[in-house]
Each structure stands twice: as C-alpha cells, then as structure tokens.
C-alpha cells in the first residue's frame, strides 16, 4: 500500500516568490494535516482537514498561507509571498477514523523549503 | 512552557546500554501518549503508544505517570539502528490533533 505521498521533495525559492506543496494521503485517510518542522524542532500543527473541511487552522498564519483540500483528497499548501522565515520542512500528514481511532498518524517524506 | 517538553540532548551511548528518556506535558487532561522516532532527515514514524498501565515491546519500555504529568521512554540492549530523534507527543482530551515535542536525540556508537 502507498504511503502519504508529497512533492516536491525539495524547493529553492528567493523571498517574496509564491510556493506550493502538495499531498496524496494514504486511500481512505479522511483526516489530513499539514505541519511545519524547524531543524531542531517538533512538528507544528499548520492545519487539519476532515475531508474536505478545514476543523483546526488557528496555527496557520493566514495573511500567506493557504491551503485546500477540494474534494476531500489531496491536498495544496500554498505561501504567497514566502519569507526567509519560512525556510522548513513542511510535512503533511494523515490518519482514518475520528476522535481515539484517529491515533496513528502517517506522515510523508516532508518538502524542505529553503527561501533565499 | 512548552506544552510538551524534552531533553534535547544528545544522548551518547555506547551499544548494548540501557538509557532512558523523559518527557512532561503541562495539559492535565490529555488522554493520549505516545512516542515517535525521526531518523535523521526522513519523516515521524509511531514507535509506540503509551498506557497507564506501562507497555513493552521488545526493548522498548513505555511508562506513564499521571499524577507527575510525565511520560518515559526506556529502550534496553541499544542497538547502532536505535540512532535517531524520539519525539515525545501527546493529545487534549476530544478530538484534537496530537502535540509535539522538539525531540531527544540518540546517538548509539559502537
């Protein structure tokens, strides 16, 4: 079975230049999330979608960060414009079920930003 | 406060050590526990959960202790593949997402 699949893997951008990730989770997953991870950090919660609806972004900084989820599958992340602080890794995530069932998280491969 | 907190480390030991690692989380009401291990430059992976009743697999020794809010992560006979970070994670009551914290990092030398 596949695993939560991300691309790009890796991403060079100069500040102030718009980026977009994207994400396929594992099939039938209806819970997805997206997390940033600094070097030295935890992963970060940015937003959580049950199936098509974003239920937790209260982390996401939402004057340049966006993200979709249309029709409860895969997923975009998007930063417009990115800032030199955005350099990380952005890692998406997801698991079945709801509520206790939804424990175990998969997370994919993660897309390392890096802003000039 | 961090709502989750860790040694950092690094953790050195030598091969076939016995070493452990603690982990505090400051929400009384969390109901969920676990711990997830990150080689170096790949993604989380669930290493285990952890139950009030303490839990084993292997080397590995889960305990939790409410009372004290911390969490412990014992791993025996360390193997060199044991390198890498353990993140220490817990989850608020209801369905909320899983909080993290920054890791410890092992390093197992021969």
């Known amino acids: 079975e596949a695993g939560v699949v991300q691309s790009p893997r890796y991403k060079i951008i100069e500040k102030k230049q718009p980026v977009a990730f994207w994400c396929n989770p594992i099939?039938?997953?209806?819970?997805l999330y997206w997390y940033l991870q600094n070097l030295g950090q935890g992963p970060e919660l940015l937003i959580r979608?049950?199936?098509?609806?974003?239920?937790?972004d209260s982390q996401l900084p939402k004057d340049r960060f966006s993200a979709e989820r249309l029709k409860g599958v895969d997923s975009t992340l998007k930063i417009q414009p990115a800032e030199l602080g955005d350099s990380a890794v952005y890692l998406c995530?997801?698991?079945?079920?709801?509520?206790?069932?939804?424990?175990?998280?998969?997370f994919g491969p993660g897309t390392r930003l890096t802003v000039l | 406060r961090k709502e989750v907190e860790q040694d950092p480390g690094p953790f050195n030991v030598p091969e076939g050590a016995t070493v452990a690692f603690n982990c505090t989380y400051s929400?009384?009401?969390?109901?969920?526990f676990f711990w997830y291990r990150q080689d170096c430059r790949k993604e989380p992976k669930l290493l285990m959960s952890?139950?009030?009743s303490g839990n084993e697999d292997g080397r590995f020794t889960a305990q939790l202790n409410r009372a004290s809010q911390y969490i412990s992560l014992l791993i025996r006979d360390s193997k060199l593949s044991d390198s890498a970070t353990y993140l220490c994670?817990?989850?608020?009551?209801?369905?909320?997402?899983?909080?993290f914290g920054k890791g410890t990092r092992l390093s197992v030398i021969a």
């Open positions: 995530a997801s698991s079945s079920g709801t509520g206790r069932r939804s424990n175990e998280q998969f």
């Open positions: 099939s039938g997953h209806n819970t």
């Open positions: 979608y049950e199936n098509e609806e974003a239920v937790d």
């Open positions: 929400n009384s009401a969390s109901q969920s």
């Open positions: 952890v139950y009030s």
């Open positions: 994670v817990v989850r608020r009551p209801g369905n909320t997402p899983l909080v």
